[in-house]
């Protein structure tokens, strides 16, 4: 179709490291083994719809800036499908295997609940279409439970119930979507479950509401037999002033306290992470540690800004680090990486799009390279494990057992006199090394 | 004794706030009640020996500033006896009723454990008598698990199960001390269980090595008939890159993780809040809805510095709703306001001490009167109340006692076509609202 | 007229601390004289149309929830005279004697320059009316040059010289409006001046464009006879991920070097102060120490927040320090406070504005009275002159004088052997001090 | 010498990318052509003193970890001459072009000036001797005025100006010093000069203390000849609060003010520049924009960590881009890259000092190669030099040539209708291509 936003660019194939044609891939081979699986199925990549083709390039201080077709008109279930196309020729072209959206990404808010269900069902036979066409599959549906003015107090946590029922009802449908689409998983954010200030707020009550309503969801899932993985997505601030999923160990926290920790992973976002003072790997790796590591959402984050700025990851030795954690972790089951990241507000030409994408894509790669080599090379991994090997010794199993009592240990030190040994850290070491595989 | 670096100073009394000495008490009337009880009884000052009485004044940059007799006596089990007299002195003519320390504050480290147990027997003899002669209570003791080179690696958490046998052993000891002198808790600061890079650490590994050191703990505690409470104080870094004791909430999800959240309690500093992103009051708010609220370690930090300033604390606004909090969580029972403060490098003179701690007190006094104002008046109670109303009536019922699954929801907003109606959250008029009681 | 947004409440007056009314000043007593001038001149309050008449409550994550009647008219300019009434009802009501305002706040931006300007004049002529009736004062007039998408890449400082065209247009085109209403000021916030990324920016011609463009505007401020001050409005980052003008300092290295430094003075923003790092307080005193200190835009940060807040002041402490740092740098001259601060997003009621607003004068009203005290009593500045004492004998004197060199000064230490002797800082001791005050 | 801590280590050699020697050299190859010139004499690489050999391993919370013989010597001159055989066997060893160093790192301080100056005297002879036999250079000097108490209130900015005169003392001596050594510039980093609290502070009065000495350091330098460049070191704030030279724009505002923004440059530091919230970039980039580049203190930070880590760097991509700035702006002409970076607390072997600053130089090789790249590739420079194009056209030159007033460029866009056409900032497709070269 000669209209398409997109009509300049044809579809982006692996060409290698030299090739100069910036609409290529250099190191995103899908096909290449990796530790005996698929590049592209390691990587499992998304494109997340809110970002690519919702956003207008507005900002807090500025109108939109991008000028995509489906903004122009007025008809907004038109409009929805016009968008939808662009989308689809833009997962086709870039070839990602996965996508990810919010009911309201998709398909226009109606007056009620029941027109925006309907308006949801219309548009959804025609996204079965366009998967059916292209093999593009649902990583994970999610529900918006945060940009309506209804929302402005929180979802679940809000001071009342009738809007702790419209999200129920809201997150019951895009279960329901989720399901029908074939989701690998479904994502929670709690966008604005948290608050501006204690002042005005019952922090005790609210998290009660929001273990109930994730109560909730769990049981709605189990019985209408949807298998995939319930996530939630941690993030310390940013609409509200403090979050309740602040970080992985927050929501790991919460998790157990409503004895919930079976039922939800969680979903890790690189920008999130760093704005909860931890770095990517921490929380990917204490995610992991605790059983409840379940998707990414890749994108990064500038260190010297306050804010979610949401940008494409470019930084091969941080994506290394984190794919040899996941890897070591075994990997993603029904997880993937989905691209929440977007364009900067003057990369307004849809070419610009692409780049993106292509971008993270090869970024991936080469921190999926690097890992690989890091994994296979060995070193890095003896290195822990001698740094630890006491405590495979006779009195490290003994402590670890829980044989030996605090007295005990200390009469062992008392009598033998005990001085133990200083030994390096060898940190600057062990970061050359890292520098061979990157 | 005529030398004494207090000599100058008297006994601190209250003289009311018009009073022009400043080596009074403008606010902090030990006697006066407040909602039933004595102010002294609400705050449960306590002075800490390791800023005030062992920290030479020194920092990263530059050697000590402070000129006290005891850092000029060679003997160190002399330096101790000295240093014991001055601190307290200090704690009787401020009027202090309880001080905290470290196992090694208050008696050097010798050679070998076994020697550095006799220091400690040696002196407690000592504070045993000052504490009968004062009636000075021991709010906490304390072992320091993180200044010697042999933890340099953590200690708990270490990767050589010898140093973790050393740190038990230590423990062992200040918790049979802190029992002798009747101390009303015990506190574990995870001063170097953290890590400096993810590169050589096995984060799980260190996660169920503190798990086994703190089952330890509460088995020894239980063993010896210690009735005071087990506390963890969070700190998210410094000195290490990641303390795994990062807030309240990581100590949460770590004490549920190893079956401990009925055998500890948390420690809370100002200044480690802020430093994990979270406010004072949100800190100890959500210490007290999950049953783990102890104790609290009261100082500031400077919000546009990135470590730990230990200042001694001067915003009555803060700490009104941090009491106010405190309050109507039921107050303390064994924990109490310890000032885990340090004078500015600057203020050399002895007096400082005094100035320092006097306006600390009073500071806390007037909190603690602006927050029995604000639970007296209960205005700001009955906005919260009124706020969540809602949750009191039918479909709240429902809900929170999980008679209503998300389909019941669901389909009560689609079939009566509920859209809620939005109520201001009343931020400004509550902001002026707290003006009245500061 | 009974459908006016504001028509539940009164004028707004003094009734003393006591009063219970929250629609009343508790402090704000506008007659009372301090330090020989009314308190309202010393103040100079402004209310500022952007956050308290433009913005509907939206942010990145969500729709506005304001419902502000002018939101619902679709002719611009009907909507324009709508909230134009409706805006200095609010001043009145609220006894603000200033106002400020961008061009595009007051009336809506055309097709063209030339039509946006004729949309201006047709509200300004309306604007001078409602001043005229009111008594309403201009404080500063200023261009928006950052939210329309043709200023996305900077407006003096961007890649395209017509857009500085553009910009040079819109700011002559307010600078006349400005000039006609008397404004007493001219602000100039780089708004989008500054950049995404190094990679694609010439730092050093940016700056020369904009060098260039101030010097314009002063050049056209003297040609026209406008006798108000200059201000250039700092802020270190947000919307660019890093702003030319960062913070006073940087402001002041910039007009230095473009020669600019007796033609501008800054606008301080509390907010921004934090954001690059420093107190308010700080850039306050450094702006007036180096000869460019002209205005405030008051409000507050969140200092675990790391975005523009812009939230109404309520820390009585922090304004008492400001305004004893201006009231010693002798005032105001043609600056003010302007209320850059806007209403949180869930505060959706009309009354809230007055109850934001009244928060904000008491706490300016409080902080002022706190510094009369201060300065009145003495006591403060006696310590500072006390310490600095040194500097007004004879050594001081010939340091400053020049009199001596490095050798001389060299050659008294190593003759006199020299050793200074160490005096405390006192700064707890100024700070109980403080505490008297406020 | 057996005893040597270093004995287990040869001299370090380059051995190409693919060696599997940790102790060795994989990208430095100093007599690589780089653009014409030998890497060498590109990177100018220096090894400091006080980290690496006077440090101790020490923190505010715990005692020194390395075990270095000079720490155990207890007469101070001959430890001094222990230390200095030690680093100039490890400057050797490791091929450093240059080392840098405080008068009280290489000398110890004496009772008075003068005996510190005999101190400096006796060892400043070995030093000689050993910059003869080895070839090493000096790339600058400087004198520590912030670890002795006397200095706790600042040196220069010290209320008392014995304490002045005393810093004078120093930095004359120092300068003589490092004139007699050849030394290529010499440093002023401002320790204390700074504040801890504005209520004790005239920070006017400060400055032009600061102004003064300033002033006669460079009086001084001319007297004496030395024709070396003095340069000032930015960091915004540690130890102090607040410190004058916050950043780089701090720091030029500072000299313009005083006039000597002729006499000095500025040395940043990677560290220092992002605690104030700047990349490291950046403040390369600004200082060269302003004619005031001079050197570089080489290390790099923590971002998630509010102090000075000084870490090596490991950033290739930080130091391409900023190695890039640098060759842009024609290179370094006295300045270099001093490696002011420190071991982590538990790296105790001699051989992890070898690691560290080979993992340093290394990295630096890589980033200059990789900056080598993008300035012979050009495609980066055209894409700037395109986007703004237009300045080169006949309005650009206008505009700049001062020809076209305000209302010139108004009545331009008014009557030309002008709407400038939006073009993409390309940000993106930029970092792609970065990409390519590191």
């Known amino acids: 179709m000669s209209e398409s936003v997109f009509w300049r660019v044809d579809k982006i194939r692996y060409e290698g490291p030299e090739s100069d044609n910036p609409l290529s891939f250099r190191y995103y081979d899908k096909d290449r083994r990796v530790l005996g699986k698929r590049l592209e199925d390691h990587l499992r990549v998304a494109v997340c719809y809110w970002h690519s083709f919702n956003w207008t390039g507005f900002d807090v201080f500025g109108a939109g800036t991008f000028d995509r077709p489906w903004f122009r008109v007025s008809n907004q279930l038109e409009a929805a499908e016009m968008k939808l196309k662009a989308a689809f020729e833009f997962f086709e072209k870039l070839g990602a295997p996965f996508f ?39 990583l994970w549906g999610t529900a918006n439970l945060f940009s309506h003015p209804r929302y402005m107090g929180g979802a679940a946590t809000n001071p009342d119930p009738e809007i702790f029922a419209y999200a129920a009802g809201q997150v019951r449908k895009m279960l329901d979507v989720t399901h029908r689409l074939n989701g690998e998983n479904y994502v929670l954010w709690g966008g604005r479950e948290g608050y501006e200030t204690l002042l005005n707020t019952d922090m005790k009550r609210e998290a009660d509401q929001l273990g109930r309503f994730l109560s909730l969801v769990a049981d709605y899932k189990h019985k209408i037999g949807f298998k995939g993985t319930l996530l939630i997505e941690p993030k310390p601030k940013e609409p509200t002033k403090h979050q309740y999923d602040y970080d992985t160990a927050s929501v790991y926290a919460f998790l157990q306290r409503y004895r919930l920790e079976r039922e939800y992973a969680v979903n890790i976002e690189a920008n999130h992470a760093i704005l909860s003072g931890h770095s990517f790997q921490h929380e990917v790796a204490y995610a992991i540690q605790n059983g409840i590591f379940g998707s990414i959402d890749m994108n990064r984050g500038d260190y010297l800004l306050g804010w979610d700025t949401d940008q494409f990851p470019n930084d091969v030795q941080e994506i290394a680090l984190v794919m040899y954690t996941i890897l070591k972790g075994g990997g993603f089951t029904t997880g993937g990486m989905n691209f929440d990241a977007k364009l900067r507000r003057q990369s307004i030409d849809p070419e610009d799009l692409f780049h993106a994408h292509i971008g993270g894509m090869d970024t991936l790669a080469r921190g999926l390279l690097a890992a690989e ?66």
């Open 100 to 138: 990810t959206f919010h009911d309201r990404d998709i398909a226009p808010e109606g007056a009620t609940l029941k027109e925006s269900n309907a308006n949801l069902d219309r548009i959804i036979d025609k996204v079965e279409v366009e998967m059916q066409r292209t093999g593009v599959r649902l």
């Open 373 to 438: 080599k890091m994994i296979t090379d060995g070193r890095l991994d003896a290195i822990v494990q001698e740094r630890y090997a006491g405590w495979k010794g006779e009195l490290g199993e003994r402590i670890l057992s829980g044989k030996a009592s605090l007295a005990d240990l200390s009469d062992l030190v008392l009598e033998k006199g005990i001085e133990p040994k200083a030994r390096s850290g060898r940190q600057e070491f062990i970061e050359n090394l890292l520098a061979r595989y990157v």
